[in-house]
């Protein structure tokens, strides 16, 4: 089963395109994260990953997809080459959850796979800057709403926000997959 984790302000926007977040000391979001993918495989971008390292506890099982066959993430990672790899162990994982932490390339490549979708909206718009990257569209009719949790602001550095969890419904394009 493959879960897609991002959060996102109201036009999608999930990173800089320099590395890092748009946003920063909203840890409310960062506590949500971890409590969600805790001891799950955790399938990750190879710039994603470096960019959060520190995110990650020992029971993390991170998977980090990188085109160069002589990367080493070090520790207890595992490593894809592409999405033939990542699909591979999915299937000896006897229907362990792989949650998808980006970055926009592997949303864009999984989300046709995607069973699940954790988002969390930021209701706020961050300036995109040149080379903003966007977590990509998605269809509404092929996901149906499971739980939303809405948080008012908690300071100026955290605007309000929603954890929305979504289900790709019975029969929508990839359901089988």
């Not at 894809?80 to 790899?85: H, I, K, R, V």
């Not at 006897?94 to 989300?111: K, Q, S």
């Not at 800057?129 to 739980?147: I, Q």
Request: proline share 5%; net charge negative.
């Amino acid at each position: 089963m493959f879960t897609l984790i991002a959060a996102m302000d109201e036009n999608r926007l999930i990173g800089t395109g320099r590395g890092g977040l748009p946003w920063s000391g909203i840890t409310r979001d960062k506590q949500h994260f971890r409590d969600y993918t805790a001891g799950k495989s955790l399938l990750i971008g190879r710039r994603t990953f470096e960019e959060m390292r520190g995110w990650f506890r020992r029971e993390d099982r991170p998977i980090v997809m990188t085109r160069n066959p002589d990367y080493d993430p070090g520790g207890h990672c595992r490593v894809a080459g592409d999405l033939d790899d990542v699909l591979a162990l999915a299937a000896d994982s006897d229907g362990e959850e792989i949650v998808v932490c980006g970055g926009a390339e592997l949303y864009r490549l999984t989300l046709p796979f995607a069973d699940r979708l954790v988002l969390t909206l930021l209701h706020a718009d961050f300036p995109a800057r040149e080379g903003g990257v966007f977590f990509p569209e998605w269809e509404n009719e092929d996901f149906v709403e499971l739980r939303r949790e809405d948080f008012a602001a908690d300071n100026q550095a955290s605007p309000s926000m929603t954890f929305l969890y979504l289900a790709r419904r019975a029969g929508s394009e990839h359901a089988d997959c």
